[in-house]
């Protein structure tokens, strides 16, 4: 049945190609897909594995291929795009190659080239949407796709809540990877809607991030989404404030309002719940002292993919005072920098805080550069999710997941699609203004050139 499985999902791509090629005008159900698979391939099982592990005590058990990543290629490989690479390619690179040079200091290779495998399906989804995202159509399309999948989870968080769950995981195994996936919901479909699309499936999405966020009963979820939220708002009617804004302003506040006691009472009672515990509070210290000493030991790190093995064989959970429990033995550092560190060394850390610093900054350059262009607005939402998972990410480990992983590619191949249509639309100005001003220069110089014929036969 496995063997069944791969040759789907690989057979996917030319079936794939040739229906969109057949299909042109239905292709944008294929960018509709792009959005909602992230949120649907667990539970729909539209995976394989080249290679499985699944007891490996990693974060990725295998070489993984879905059929999002089929889908990605296709697209690719069916939509024109500019010959040049997208901004910020380098470096999603950049950490790509780091990963694999810390399979050279891993303990178990194989483990940590699984790791390599999914960052380079990472890199293809965001090489698909950077195609397609200047395309209006496109873009709304992905949009629907991203709402309807965090529309679909909230929908089974609502069941899990009515059937006696305390916090609400949807069908992505945890709440706190379902509540980071959310961040690359409710900015980006907002910025949309601050830019003024007009979709009520895009309007659902956001409501269905908030009721994910409520019902996950994460703490760091629901604060610093609170946070973006503000941010994003704040940072829009700065940019540019319109009466559309202004309504979406009014609309997000009503929301909130709507929302915000069933936050409170999750808030509430997960509190209640830990002081009730055997949790210990320090054990987050904990980790990070293992994590800290593992990357001191070792600056070119232990090898993607292995930090609960390092941890326990070299004896730096005990020295760290990490309590005797499978949970806790189990668990890696709850700082996704510490974890990286730990894992591929300086080369890793360095790369992956460059790719979060350049999407920031090219993002918040574009935004404020482009003031009364609407598709600032839409980066500007895709900036907020990058800059809100940058500090969550002090608190959380789980981003390494390919599921986070991959809503991170969207968001970013949104903004490297609209800065790099931007910069082409610049350059083709200038080719327009340099040949308006040579034909400019040669008027003037044929009617210079007949002045003095006319002077010339005149003095005759």
């Avoid at 200091?105 to 390599?116: A, D, L, R």
Wanted: proline fraction near 3%; hydrophobic fraction near 55%; glycine fraction near 8%.
């Amino acid at each position: 049945m496995r063997y069944v499985a791969i040759a789907v999902m690989l057979l996917a791509y030319p079936f794939l190609v040739g229906w969109i090629k057949a299909n042109p005008q239905k292709r944008h159900w294929a960018y509709f897909g792009l959005g909602i698979l992230p949120f649907t391939i667990n539970a729909w099982n539209l995976d394989a594995a080249l290679i499985s592990w699944p007891a490996w005590v990693g974060y990725a058990k295998g070489m993984i291929f879905t059929l999002l990543d089929s889908l990605a290629l296709a697209v690719i490989t069916t939509h024109r795009s500019p010959r040049s690479m997208p901004p910020l390619t380098g470096f999603i690179v950049a950490y790509t190659l780091a990963a694999a040079l810390s399979v050279a200091m891993s303990g178990i290779p194989m483990s940590s080239t699984f790791y390599v495998f999914q960052l380079v399906r990472i890199l293809i989804l965001f090489l698909a949407v950077a195609r397609i995202a200047p395309d209006p159509r496109a873009l709304k399309w992905l949009a629907m796709g991203l709402a309807a999948g965090i529309s679909y989870q909230a929908g089974n968080c609502i069941w899990q809540k009515l059937n006696g769950a305390f916090q609400t995981a949807g069908t992505m195994g945890h709440q706190n990877l379902l509540g980071l996936m959310t961040h690359f919901t409710i900015f980006p479909l907002l910025g949309m809607l601050l830019a003024g699309m007009r979709s009520r499936v895009v309007m659902l999405g956001v409501a269905s991030s908030l009721i994910v966020e409520a019902l996950g009963a994460s703490r760091g979820t629901i604060g610093f989404g609170l946070m973006g939220i503000a941010l994003l708002l704040v940072l829009s009617l700065y940019r540019r404030a319109t009466p559309q804004k202004w309504r979406m302003v009014g609309f997000a506040a009503l929301a909130l309002v709507l929302i915000s006691p069933l936050m409170v009472t999750a808030i509430n009672n997960r509190e209640a719940q830990l002081a009730t515990s055997q949790y210990q509070g320090d054990e987050r210290t904990a980790f990070e002292r293992a994590a800290k000493a593992m990357f001191a030991d070792h600056p070119m790190g232990v090898g993607a993919n292995e930090y609960v093995i390092v941890a326990n064989a070299s004896g730096y959970s005990v020295r760290a005072g990490v309590i005797w429990n499978g949970s806790s033995r189990a668990a890696y550092v709850h700082n996704a920098y510490l974890l990286v560190a730990a894992e591929t060394g300086w080369p890793g850390l360095l790369s992956f805080i460059a790719l979060f610093a350049a999407v920031i900054w090219s993002g918040l350059y574009f935004a404020f550069q482009n003031r009364r262009d609407p598709r600032g607005d839409v980066v500007l939402g895709c900036t907020v999710a990058v800059i809100v998972t940058a500090e969550h990410n002090f608190y959380e480990w789980i981003f390494v997941t390919y599921q986070a992983q991959y809503v991170f590619a969207i968001s970013i191949g949104i903004i490297a699609g609209l800065v790099r249509e931007r910069a082409i639309e610049q350059r083709a100005a200038r080719s327009r203004q340099r040949k308006a001003d040579f034909s400019r220069e040669s008027r003037d110089q044929d009617v210079d050139k007949a002045e003095q014929v006319a002077a010339a036969q005149s003095a005759v």
